[in-house]
């Protein structure tokens, strides 16, 4: 398989992957901003068509959120999700100052933790820490 990463995704490219995962689909307003405010937005594709996508949203500096983790049920278990959050850490390595600490987060979809704790991400709530929260906003 000749997989490519690239950083441009269209509106209906972006919106069929996340069909394809029974994902809810973006307006066109809310994917012009997720493409204008990303800090990062990697697209991998096997010859042209997309398969796969990641982006990270944060301030660059300390916090970083990996979201919209999507390999398409066609190409998943073939490394391509790992690959997608290599290059995310890659984005942050390169970001990240020497000597500094950053907070990299996630919201893990459900029975998804084993994935991603294979990269390193803890889970929460923790003897230490308290469990993340979250809201899904909808305006009226
Ligand atoms: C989660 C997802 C991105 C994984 O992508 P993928 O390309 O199938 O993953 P990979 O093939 O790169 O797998 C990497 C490793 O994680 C493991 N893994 C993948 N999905 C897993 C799961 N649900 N539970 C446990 N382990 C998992 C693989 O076995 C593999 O392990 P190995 O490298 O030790 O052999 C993909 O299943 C997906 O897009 N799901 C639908 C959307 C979704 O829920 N995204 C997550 C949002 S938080």
Redesign the pocket.
Known sequence: MNIEFTHTISFEEYNALRRA?N?GELSLRQFDMIVKNSLFFVIARVDGKVV?TTRCVGDGGYHFFLCD???HPD?????????LIGKFMNFVDDTVGRGETAMLT????K??E??YK?FGFIERPNADRGAGMYMFYQKK
Do not use: E, S, T
Not at 75 to 80: A, D, F, L, S, V
Not at 106 to 109: C, K, P, R, S
């Open positions: 995962v994902w796969g983790v999507i390999v190409y998943q278990k073939n490394g391509i999700g790992r690959m996630l919201v893990a979809a029975d998804k084993p994935f294979k």
